[in-house]
């Protein structure tokens, strides 16, 4: 009987183990992403501001859609990093394409 209980305890461990390096290696990889997009924000923002300076229409509703997007994915990067969901974002997951609401 001991050596039975052993075996499963030994299978859940591993298995509990592969999750987490598999957890720990999405994160990884995640963590990447959010400096990927952290640079993409920073540049829109900068784009946003040349337009308002030059004169342009300064909120380009493209410009602003891909802002609204890359808001809310780097949200659901933290959302992941810190245990607060199992969902993996992209590029793990499809991307989200949400539109924008016009506040």
């Not at 540049?43 to 808001?71: A, E, H, I, M, N």
């Not at 809310?72 to 974002?89: A, E, K």
């Amino acid at each position: 009987m001991h050596t039975m209980m052993e075996a499963v305890w030994s299978r859940v461990g591993h298995r509990m183990a592969r999750g987490l390096w598999g957890r720990l290696g999405s994160m990884l990889i995640l963590v990447i992403c959010y400096g990927m997009a952290e640079t993409l924000v920073l540049l829109v923002v900068g784009w946003q501001v040349v337009t308002l300076l030059t004169g342009c229409t300064p909120y380009d509703l493209r410009v602003r859609s891909f802002g609204g997007q890359l808001s809310r994915y780097i949200y659901h990067i933290f959302l992941y990093l810190t245990n607060n969901s199992d969902r993996r974002p992209f590029p793990f997951s499809p991307w989200l394409r949400q539109p924008v609401s016009s506040t």
